[in-house]
């Protein structure tokens, strides 16, 4: 009826948030079991041993605060949550945006956090015979003195962190990798093919390597700390410390540590044990979180936008978001529905009576817009560069601004004898300007400039004293392609890699959205609406959808055109020195057009007998069934 009101549209983001809470909560709860593991191991053998196991007590507030730890971790996941690749042209490309960035300081300034947050607990669970409290008592008739060997573990835990940082941001942890193909055939019992990986089933596949990382990077922590102590953090720690003990503490205004540094076994074993740990809690932490948000968007094997009153206006809200992560999901469950969900399928193309448009005219332009998007930056690249006014466009701006100094030119005719002079100062001047004519008229060569002079006698020197041979060695030219052989050569080897510009790298951060790709949504966008137009010849009772096949084939076939002639006419960079000459593979823009082509097969198969009425002429078609690879088909 007309006058019955649609139900209340929830916004897309009020949807997936809770989904994500959600997956947030399970991947805590493994990360808890992990603190109370790492609590008992922590826990003082000293003690009775069921308080070293039995949650309610020592063990259970251990793990508590072991747990904010892998808290911070998740914080700044969150925080810093992207689903696409970066793009861009290299690696040190990428650290001069990123160095003074927010995010870089929100990175370290979490891992800092939780470096402080461990080592407190760490030294309160040790027994009195780890030595680790702050003061060293002394004998009766000595004076408290700083103890040294919890100022080190302090130290070796924040060069775990710094060195977590920077890693954290060289691997790009905060990205969360979805599959950018995420369409697989139905199996024969109609059961929908899983796209993603079981979290449970990653962290089995994970955990030993992980264990490995940590140990491999906690050894070596143990094998180069001891140095990095001693020569760069010793004495700013040790002043630092005993700012604060000063404090607390009746102790020397004058204390310094002691000459050699606590350099035990026990403690640079207990460096490498406690490193470990804390390593683990940050590699797990990290695999947990993007194990479980890598999820398809459904709750209980349907779509989240069912759970909403107007299931069809929260997905169009997600799929317009300018958000990343609301509408990469957004595309996700679209394509999921395309292919998945029939009854879904049918709510979009009987649902007509919409403010902007039916479901299907708004969900096909979001998607031919993601399409279109890459085009657009394609087209942008090659466009022609704005003309700045030149330098001398700039000069003359300039002098027409600044004050004349002197008289105009003279206007009058030249040939005419001119006024003698009737005052003392016209008389100079005419006695000046003849001077200055007579000084141009006059024969011979000009004089020599100092300069000139030089250049002369330097030359004459030059080959009077050296060989040609000698001389050619000494030449620019020479000089240059002496220079240009180290850079080849340090751009050949393993530390000029980042400085390196790729051919694929190059290309994608092109072809894709900035800073971060938009590859997966694009693909998802062509994957729904194959899917989409070939449901709407049975399921399509109104004929919406047969109307906008024409424009979808000649998308995908423009789309195609475009990917292929842009990859074969941009030219390496001359850092790409690794690459081989004429290898023109990009992986990305080979699933995209793999994609459209597959995509456009289906189409042609699916609407080819009905061209005519679609209003597609022979050549379009032909030229489609060319792209795709369907030559023989007719």
Same mark, same amino acid.
């Given at each position: 009826m007309a006058g019955t009101a649609r139900p209340r549209k929830r916004l897309y983001?009020?949807?997936?948030?809770?989904?994500?809470?959600?997956?947030?909560?399970? @991947?805590?709860?493994?990360?808890?079991?992990? =603190?109370?593991?790492?609590?008992? %191991?922590?826990?003082?053998?000293?003690?009775?041993?069921?308080? $070293?196991?039995?949650?309610?007590?020592?063990?259970?507030? !251990?793990?508590? $605060?072991?747990?904010? =730890?892998?808290?911070? /971790?998740?914080?700044l996941r969150v925080a810093q949550l992207h689903l696409g690749s970066r793009t861009t042209a290299s690696p040190f490309q990428t650290f001069t945006q990123r160095l003074l960035d927010f995010n870089t300081i929100q990175t370290f300034g979490w891992y800092g956090f939780s470096t402080w947050w461990f080592s407190e607990v760490y030294m309160w669970s040790a027994s009195s015979d780890a030595n680790l409290n702050w003061i060293s008592?002394?004998?009766?008739?000595?004076?408290? !003195?700083?103890?040294?060997?919890?100022?080190?573990?302090?130290?070796?835990?924040?060069?775990?962190?710094?060195?977590?940082? %920077?890693?954290? $941001?060289?691997?790009?942890?905060?990205? /969360?990798?979805?599959?950018? /193909?995420?369409?697989?055939?139905?199996?024969?019992?109609?059961? !929908?093919?899983?796209?993603?990986?079981?979290?449970?089933?990653?962290?089995?596949?994970?955990?030993?390597?992980?264990?490995?990382?940590?140990?491999?990077?906690?050894?070596?922590?143990c094998i180069i700390g001891p140095t990095l102590y001693a020569l760069f953090l010793r004495q700013i720690a040790w002043n630092f410390r005993l700012y604060i003990a000063k404090i607390l503490w009746n102790l020397q205004r004058t204390s310094e540590p002691s000459k050699m540094p606590p350099y035990h076994i026990s403690l640079i074993i207990r460096s490498a044990g406690s490193g470990f740990l804390l390593l683990l809690i940050w590699e797990i932490s990290n695999a947990v979180f993007g194990a479980y948000v890598a999820q398809e968007p459904l709750k209980n094997g349907n779509p989240l936008s069912n759970d909403s009153g107007d299931p069809n206006g929260s997905l169009l809200n997600g799929l317009k978001s300018k958000n990343e992560v609301i509408k990469t999901f957004a595309f996700w469950e679209l394509l999921y529905i395309s292919q998945h969900s029939e009854s879904r399928r049918k709510g979009i193309f009987f649902d007509i009576d919409r403010a902007g448009g039916s479901s299907w005219s708004q969900?096909?332009?979001?998607?031919?817009?993601?399409?279109?998007? %890459?085009?657009?930056?394609?087209?942008?690249?090659?466009?022609?560069?704005?003309?700045?006014?030149?330098?001398?466009?700039?000069?003359?701006?300039?002098?027409?601004?600044?004050?004349?100094?002197?008289?105009?030119?003279?206007?009058?005719?030249?040939?005419?004898?001119?006024?003698?002079?009737?005052?003392?100062?016209?008389?100079?001047?005419?006695?000046?300007?003849?001077?200055?004519?007579?000084?141009?008229?006059? *024969? *011979?060569?000009?004089? +020599?400039?100092?300069?000139?002079?030089?250049?002369?006698?330097?030359?004459?020197?030059?080959?009077?004293?050296?060989?040609?041979?000698? +001389?050619?060695?000494?030449?620019?030219?020479?000089?240059?392609?002496?220079?240009?052989?180290?850079?080849?050569?340090?751009?050949?080897?393993?530390?000029?890699?980042?400085?390196?510009?790729?051919?694929?790298?190059? /290309? =994608?951060?092109?072809?894709?959205? @900035?800073?971060?790709?938009?590859l997966g949504p694009v693909v998802d966008a062509v994957d729904s609406l194959t899917y989409l137009a070939k449901a709407s010849i049975e399921e399509d009772g109104l004929g919406k959808v047969y109307q906008d096949v024409p424009v979808i084939i000649r998308a995908f076939t423009k789309t195609i055109q475009n990917l292929e002639v842009f990859v074969g006419i941009v030219q390496p960079h001359w850092t790409d020195v690794a690459s081989e000459e004429g290898n023109r593979k990009v992986e990305e823009v080979d699933v995209?057009?793999?994609?459209?082509?597959?995509? &456009?097969?289906?189409?042609?198969?699916?609407?080819?007998?009905? !061209?005519?009425? &679609?209003?597609?002429?022979?050549?379009?078609?032909?030229?489609?069934?060319?792209?795709?690879?369907?030559?023989?088909?007719?």
């Open positions: 983001r009020e949807i997936l948030t809770p989904a994500l809470h959600r997956r947030f909560t399970r @991947a805590a709860g493994w990360t808890l079991l992990l =603190c109370y593991a790492e609590a008992i %191991v922590l826990g003082d053998r000293s003690e009775y041993k069921l308080w $070293l196991w039995f949650p309610v007590g020592p063990a259970g507030i !251990r793990t508590l $605060l072991l747990y904010i =730890c892998s808290l911070s /971790v998740f914080v008592e002394g004998k009766s008739y000595e004076r408290p !003195r700083l103890n040294e060997r919890p100022i080190y573990l302090w130290c070796v835990f924040y060069m775990l962190a710094a060195a977590q940082s %920077v890693l954290h $941001l060289y691997y790009d942890y905060d990205k /969360v990798s979805l599959p950018n /193909v995420k369409t697989q055939p139905k199996n024969a019992s109609e059961q !929908r093919p899983l796209t993603t990986v079981n979290p449970i089933t990653q962290l089995k596949a994970l955990g030993p390597k992980l264990v490995r990382i940590s140990a491999a990077r906690a050894l070596l922590m969900i096909s332009s979001s998607c031919l817009d993601m399409l279109g998007s %890459v085009g657009e930056r394609i087209s942008n690249f090659q466009a022609p560069k704005p003309v700045t006014p030149s330098s001398e466009n700039h000069q003359e701006l300039a002098l027409e601004k600044l004050p004349r100094l002197s008289k105009p030119l003279n206007s009058d005719n030249i040939l005419v004898k001119p006024i003698p002079p009737s005052t003392r100062l016209q008389s100079y001047e005419t006695r000046a300007g003849d001077f200055a004519k007579s000084l141009g008229n006059s *024969g *011979g060569s000009s004089p +020599q400039s100092p300069l000139e002079r030089l250049s002369h006698h330097l030359k004459t020197v030059r080959d009077t004293s050296l060989s040609k041979e000698q +001389q050619q060695l000494l030449s620019p030219s020479h000089a240059f392609s002496v220079v240009n052989s180290y850079i080849i050569t340090f751009l050949r080897g393993r530390y000029g890699r980042p400085f390196r510009q790729t051919f694929p790298r190059r /290309v =994608c951060s092109v072809l894709f959205a @900035a800073p971060y790709s938009d995209l057009v793999e994609c459209l082509k597959k995509g &456009l097969r289906e189409l042609v198969g699916a609407f080819g007998q009905y !061209r005519e009425d &679609l209003g597609l002429g022979t050549k379009e078609m032909r030229l489609a069934r060319e792209i795709s690879g369907m030559n023989g088909v007719m």
